[in-house]
């Protein structure tokens, strides 16, 4: 199917290497945000999410950073492997996930070299 | 656990046409989102179900575009008439209540090509 990830800023790294994805979000009051994973020709996959009063989450080879002072999210995928290829979008929400509203970010396409 | 299910996978139709998504939930999810990609772009939400009822439809261009979800399960959403610029992919999602927040599921999508 035809990429999604056209246009996208790329993060190109070596199988075996740690990842790390940046994301600037735009609402102060938000205080909840998810890391999703979309392959070529399918929707969004959950991967991780993280809550404002926390700074670090940890899952199965990724950790979610949350820094409020500057609106920054980064995931860090450890280990990356081919399957890790796909574009990753940050998402928050704006509601106390009371009506679960998520706006998304840009997007990075990550490319793994094998 | 079924995933979000979206028909058809693939629609191409020409400016003007009218055209029609159906996407059916995972069982139990009371909460159902339609969201535009558009090539490049992450989701944007057009409308969100609260079981029968609409919840957010301020970015839905209510001009061309309907959306129902009559007994709270099933939803279908519509272009009447299509524009060029309505050329994307239309994903459903749903999602549950835990801890407190709404965790999103997604369907695979709709890729619509308006020619």
């Known amino acids: 199917g035809e990429s999604v990830g056209l246009h996208l800023p790329t993060l190109s790294v070596q199988e075996g290497d740690n990842s790390i994805i940046n994301c600037a979000y735009s609402?102060?009051?938000?205080?909840?945000f998810i890391w999703y994973k979309q392959e070529s020709g399918k929707g969004p996959q959950f991967i991780i999410d993280?809550?404002?009063?926390?700074d670090k989450r940890q899952g199965q080879r990724v950790t979610v950073l949350l820094n409020k002072t500057v609106k920054h999210l980064s995931l860090q995928i450890a280990a990356t492997q081919p399957g890790d290829s796909a574009v990753y979008f940050c998402?928050?929400?704006?509601?106390?996930?009371?009506?679960?509203?998520?706006?998304f970010g840009k997007g990075t396409k990550l490319s793994v070299k094998p | 656990e079924a995933g979000v299910a979206q028909s058809p996978r693939y629609k191409i139709i020409e400016k003007r046409q009218s055209v029609a998504f159906w996407c059916n939930p995972i069982?139990?999810?009371?909460?159902l989102y339609w969201y535009q990609q558009i090539l490049g772009q992450g989701p944007k939400l057009l409308i969100q179900?609260?079981?029968?009822?609409?919840?957010?439809d301020s970015q839905l261009p209510k001009d061309r575009f309907s959306a129902e979800r009559l007994k709270g399960v099933d939803s279908t959403l519509k272009i009447q008439p299509a524009k060029l610029e309505d050329s994307a992919v239309y994903l459903c999602?749903?999602?549950?209540?835990?801890?407190?927040?709404?965790?999103?599921?997604f369907g695979p999508g709709t890729r619509l090509t308006v020619t």
């Open positions: 999602a749903s999602s549950f209540l835990r801890g407190g927040f709404y965790e999103q599921y």
């Open positions: 609402n102060s009051a938000s205080d909840y």
């Open positions: 069982s139990g999810h009371a909460t």
């Open positions: 179900f609260q079981n029968n009822g609409v919840v957010d």
């Open positions: 993280i809550r404002s009063n926390m």
């Open positions: 998402a928050e929400n704006f509601y106390g996930g009371s009506q679960g509203n998520l706006i």
